[in-house]
């Protein structure tokens, strides 16, 4: 099993461009998850995904877009990328909630925005 | 609001000196506190998952526990391949069937050799 993968592994964007980042699981886990981590902030919730062509906002979910068309793979796209976007961008999967099941993650997409 | 608040932020160890990272959390109700591992470059490895006051859970030199204001992650003897930031996680009620995590801010461990 390889677990979470996140492609790409770094990405360099200029101001006002788009791009997709992929995250795919083998695990048949339902939720899916992505979390942006900022120096001293901590990881935070942008938008998750309870179950195949579900999603649901997190905590800073502006500027971000999701789709989950297949259970093992959810997409997080940035229409026009800004600097504030500039950030370590990690997927995670879980299994059914119960009993209380952890979070696998991925190995982070690091992503500058000029 | 659920706050989750981890101290030290920085921690220098010498090999074998023991020592407790601390997790404060503040949450309406709480459904599983967590521990991560997270190395330079790599995502979270998960570590323990505590659900009540009193439980404990123990990994290697590693040894987790957990009150209703706090967790700590107990360290004996550690090595420098435990060099690592350590990420505390509550997981509320409140997160209903999503099962939304809140994240501290970590704590960075340097063990010397």
């Known amino acids: 099993n390889a677990g979470v993968t996140q492609t790409p592994k770094f990405r360099v964007l200029k101001t006002g461009q788009s791009m997709t980042l992929l995250c795919a699981q083998d695990m048949n886990h339902e939720y899916m998850y992505w979390y942006r981590q900022d120096p001293g902030m901590g990881l935070r919730l942008i938008h998750y995904s309870v179950g195949e062509g579900t999603t649901a906002k997190g905590e800073v979910p502006d500027g971000y877009n999701v789709s989950r068309l297949k259970k093992q793979n959810f997409l997080l796209g940035l229409e026009s990328a800004a600097p504030s976007q500039t950030s370590v961008y990690f997927c995670?999967?879980?299994?059914?909630?119960?009993?209380?099941?952890?979070?696998?993650f991925g190995p982070g997409t690091r992503l500058t925005v000029l | 609001e659920d706050q989750v608040t981890q101290s030290p932020e920085a921690l220098r160890l010498q090999e074998g000196e023991s020592s407790s990272l601390n997790c404060s959390y503040t949450v309406s109700g709480l459904r599983g506190l967590f521990w991560y591992r997270q190395d330079p470059g790599k995502g979270p490895e998960f570590l323990f998952t505590?659900?009540?006051a009193g439980e404990e859970k123990e990994k290697e030199r590693l040894k987790a526990t957990l009150t209703k204001k706090e967790s700590f992650l107990h360290i004996t003897a550690p090595k420098p391949e435990d060099s690592a930031t350590y990420l505390c996680a509550v997981q509320p009620f409140s997160s209903g069937s999503a099962r939304q995590l809140t994240f501290g801010s970590g704590t960075q461990l340097t063990v010397l050799p």
């Open positions: 995670a999967s879980q299994l059914a909630p119960t009993p209380y099941n952890e979070q696998f």
């Open positions: 505590l659900y009540s």
